[in-house]
């Protein structure tokens, strides 16, 4: 590993031990064995949590970052084109219809409604990797599963089921257990391994396509690498932590002055750096002095609009 992911690992290391011991009452060390009856509180709670801002923020990163490689577009973030919408739409629908019951019935029909996302992206968009035609799909897309994903609330057979329907949709970790560890660790991991396997082709790409079919690289074959590791890997986040944007935006960028500008060169810095980022929000948001935890997802939105708006004006610059 390069220098820049072994720095970032250090620093997961340190943000896990900080989500471990930071809440509204604090963990000491001393309190971290066996013998100790506070260490209830790190096995059963704070424990399964962190793994999964380690598990959630690398998945997101690295699949930011193989989006960004494969439409050479370094505004790409799954959330963008609709892949995070889609996946609410699914875990909605799970909510609505009282199938959430089951453990892995939430993140089925997760990963179904990112599946289907973007597979009619890939349909809408072809394979040109255009810009504007990647874009407006997306927008379109984002358009329809939002407005689904609000015909189910107003629908919503009980107040009880449209209030949880919200909440769950501002995207947190809260009351996280290992069961929910156990449902999609598994599929975030084989997410994260299609992904990272693509960094080749996704290195051929950046000379053109014609180029990368000339070495070997199969288009149709990096597509649905992309496209099942993206539903994979997002689909399992949403339907564990609820709809987390802008993290697939923001890492990339943060990482690829240090690790180097080729997509194979950042697909594992930003899975570090996501789980690095997400795993230190949590822990703040745990720790801030309101009445009730900030919403993890509202959190990142505010942090991920403020940053895409200074893109857009770095870029636009950049055009003049």
Known sequence: ???????????VLLAAMLSIAAGKVWVPLAA????????IIIVELRLPRTVLALAVGGALGMAGAAMQGYLRNPLADPGLFGVSSGAALGAVLSLYFAYAAQAWLLPGFALTGAAVTMAALALIAGRSGSLILFTLAGMILTNITGSLTALAISLAPTPFVASEIVTWLMGALTDRSWNDVEVVLPLIAI???????TGGALDALTLGEQAARSIGVNPRRLQLAIITGTALTVGASVAAAGVIGFVGLIVPHLVRPFAGHRPSATLLPAALGGALLLTVADSLVRIAPTVSELRLGIAMSMLGGPFFLYLLIAMRRRLA
């Open 1 to 11: 590993m390069s220098r820049a992911c072994w720095l970032l690992a250090l620093g």
């Open 32 to 39: 971290w064995t066996a013998a100790d009856p506070r260490s």
């Open 191 to 197: 997410g994260m391994i299609i992904l990272s396997r």
